[in-house]
């Protein structure tokens, strides 16, 4: 391990979600190998709470939230930032700036923060609104901003200005999980139709509603035998022959699904990186998604893109690739592969020198 003459402090209280969770899991020990990291503040609740360290240090310290989150991430970030206050560097992993004076590195990683989702309920419009109007007042005291594509870097200085040149673009590997299985596609595991698989909760901007309608169409049918979702199984899903709903996934039951799938679907509105087309790129498996710039910051042209709100789009999309595979074609990632990070220590190493510059 690497220590630096100062060492700095990891902030994850918010880390909760799916896509966050993963990241962070491949992250944070990267971390530990390539700094000197001090205090963690992990939450008191959800998978990253019983995270233990790599190195020697100080126990990680578990924030608990008494008030519901959306209210307790509020003061946490405002009136009761105090607990965050400290001589070294802060590298916050939860998108929202805290209101410390202390030099603070913001690891930006929702579409969020520059735009209201689409089909976001009230609800979701205020919490996503308060989040942006934190940001705007907290963002004078960002020291500098990470995000993972060009695209977030763009919609992040046209949202907050007052961050000027101090955003940086640090992209990221597949999840470690992956990385160490082993598993590589270079073609179909069975013949006939076609099996897609779309890892992604049930948010509104996740754009499922665009899948559901696709089924009813007869391109769609003629082409799918199993459209894998990791929602949990409802009224709606068991009602579609072509769709299989499976619950939240482990890494272990990822990595099955992707052994076994034809396809990646991501039909995603929003995404500041899209991890699940940098785990199809890795494994090298086709993918079709959502003609939109952070697909194509992330697939390039080798990718078959659909729009993302039109079912029939969509559609030709997967008779475009049953076409293409029965051709004898199988996308070559490589030269996409390459312009990533070869390993988690390499974005570790990225950051820190962010952290201590």
Not at 286 to 292: M, N, Q, R
Request: glycine share 6%; aromatic share 8%; with cysteine.
């Amino acid at each position: 391990m690497t220590n630096h003459t100062s060492g700095f402090r990891i902030s994850l209280t918010n880390v909760t979600g799916l896509g966050a969770t993963e990241l962070v899991r491949s992250l944070l020990p990267a971390l530990e190998r390539a700094g000197h990291v001090t205090d963690i503040y992990l939450p008191a609740n959800g998978p990253m709470a019983g995270y233990r360290r790599t190195f020697v240090g100080p126990v990680p310290q578990r924030v608990k939230r008494c008030l519901p989150n959306a209210v307790s991430r509020l003061l946490e970030c405002t009136l009761l930032s105090g607990k965050f206050k400290g001589g070294s560097p802060l590298l916050v992993l939860g998108d929202l700036p805290l209101r410390i004076d202390s030099r603070q590195i913001v690891f930006v990683h929702t579409p969020h923060l520059l735009l209201e989702p689409a089909g976001a309920s009230a609800v979701q419009r205020v919490k996503f609104g308060i989040a942006r109007a934190v940001f705007r007042l907290n963002a004078p005291r960002i020291s500098a901003a990470i995000v993972q594509t060009p695209t977030m870097q763009r919609g992040l200085r046209a949202a907050y200005p007052s961050l000027g040149d101090r955003i940086y673009i640090i992209p990221q590997p597949a999840p470690d999980w992956l990385l160490q299985s082993g598993l590589q596609r270079n073609g179909r595991v069975m013949s006939g139709k076609l099996r897609l698989f779309y890892p992604a909760a049930t948010y509104p901007h996740k754009n499922h509603a665009l899948l559901y309608s696709a089924t009813t169409l007869h391109a769609w049918s003629q082409e799918i035998d199993k459209l894998i979702l990791t929602v949990p199984p409802s009224k709606l899903t068991a009602e579609v022959r072509t769709v299989q709903a499976v619950g939240r996934l482990l890494s272990e039951d990822m990595r099955k699904q992707y052994a076994l799938a034809d396809a990646l679907v991501f039909p995603s509105l929003a995404e500041s990186y899209g991890l699940p087309l940098i785990e199809a790129m890795w494994l090298g498996l086709p993918i079709l998604c959502a003609d939109l710039p952070y697909a194509r910051d992330l697939c390039g042209e080798e990718a078959i893109y659909f729009s993302p709100h039109d079912p029939v789009s969509l559609a030709r999309a997967v008779t475009e690739l049953s076409e293409r595979l029965v051709r004898g074609w199988w996308p070559d990632w490589q030269s996409r592969i390459q312009q990533l990070p070869t390993s988690w220590d390499e974005v570790a190493k990225r950051m820190c020198i962010i952290v201590h510059r």
